[in-house]
């Protein structure tokens, strides 16, 4: 599988790191393991992604209304996407209005071009509502 999981525990995180050539099932395989740290920020970076295999706006809005539906109600948590090149910070963009756009989300969605700024926002509480 081309995105490997790691949690650290200490910030209560947990960290995808996708490379070579992702698919919308590699995206929604990741989903499945991420789901079950809801209540975990999460920071997927996609820096060392070389191409996109059938991930396109159908798949993008399906992908968010499975991860919505993993969220903890009245649990905040962020996702933070990292995508240096244009076409995937355009695709993660979209992926954070369709998330963010779903009843169901407790999550909000960040889009970087370096780790070093996702991981500054993660690092930033976040306001409760």
Same mark, same amino acid.
């Given at each position: 599988?081309? #995105?490997?999981?790691?949690?650290?525990?200490?910030?209560?995180? #947990? #960290?995808?790191?996708?490379?070579?050539?992702?698919?919308?099932? +590699?995206? $929604?395989?990741?989903?499945?393991?991420?789901?079950? $740290?809801? +209540?975990?920020?999460?920071? $997927?970076?996609?820096?060392? @992604?070389?191409?996109?295999?059938? /991930?396109?706006?159908? %798949?993008?809005?399906?992908?968010?209304? /499975?991860?919505?539906?993993?969220? #903890?109600?009245?649990?905040?948590?962020?996702?933070?996407? /990292?995508?240096?090149?244009?076409?995937?910070?355009?695709?993660?963009?979209?992926?954070?209005?369709?998330?963010?756009?779903?009843?169901?989300?407790?999550?909000? /969605?960040?889009? $970087?071009?370096?780790?070093?700024?996702?991981? %500054?926002?993660?690092?930033?509480?976040? @306001?409760?509502?």
């Amino acid at each position: 599988m081309p #995105i490997t999981c790691h949690l650290d525990h200490a910030k209560q995180r #947990i #960290i995808g790191l996708a490379s070579g050539t992702l698919s919308d099932e +590699d995206l $929604f395989a990741y989903q499945q393991q991420a789901g079950a $740290f809801a +209540d975990y920020d999460e920071l $997927f970076d996609g820096t060392a @992604v070389e191409k996109l295999h059938d /991930v396109n706006p159908l %798949s993008l809005k399906k992908l968010a209304e /499975v991860a919505a539906a993993t969220d #903890i109600p009245g649990q905040r948590a962020k996702l933070a996407i /990292v995508a240096p090149r244009d076409l995937y910070f355009g695709l993660g963009r979209m992926y954070e209005s369709l998330r963010e756009g779903s009843p169901r989300t407790t999550r909000e /969605v960040g889009v $970087f071009h370096s780790r070093e700024e996702a991981e %500054s926002w993660l690092d930033t509480p976040t @306001v409760e509502e």
